[in-house]
């Protein structure tokens, strides 16, 4: 078990600092920079409460997608790019279904982690 406070909790209670105690003073690029830093920050919450789930998902997507359950993420986007670049994924071809699925899937969990709001809208 790890130690109070959770690496979430530290994540949160330092974009709330950044928030409440520099943002309101700093100058205007200052202020471009800490809100960089408070939406990267925002980003890695999201991450770490997502945990594993999100590369589990995208994985077993490729994984179908491919027909290939051996495939790590990273072999599989390699893969999965070639066919594209040959066509073999284009409009008519027998995965351009699964591929259209799969890369759907895989901008609602980046669009979740990296902009949620969009996904409300």
Avoid: C, W, Y
Avoid at 34 to 44: C, E, H, K, P, Q
Avoid at 45 to 70: F, I, K, V
Wanted: net charge neutral; no cysteine; proline share 3%.
């Amino acid at each position: 078990m790890r130690p109070l406070p959770s690496t979430a909790d530290l994540l949160q209670s330092t974009s709330h600092m950044l928030k409440e105690h520099f943002l309101s003073t700093a100058s205007a690029s200052d202020r471009i920079l800490l809100r960089m830093a408070m939406n990267a920050i925002s980003i890695a919450e999201r991450q770490l409460r997502s945990g594993e789930t999100h590369d589990s998902q995208q994985a077993e997507s490729m994984r179908q997608t491919l027909s290939n359950p051996l495939l790590s993420i990273n072999d599989g986007n390699q893969e999965l790019a070639r066919l594209i670049r040959e066509g073999k994924a284009d409009h008519g071809e027998a995965l351009h279904q699964a591929v259209k699925d799969h890369l759907k899937l895989v901008t609602r969990i980046r669009l979740s982690e990296s902009n949620p709001k969009v996904l409300d809208s």
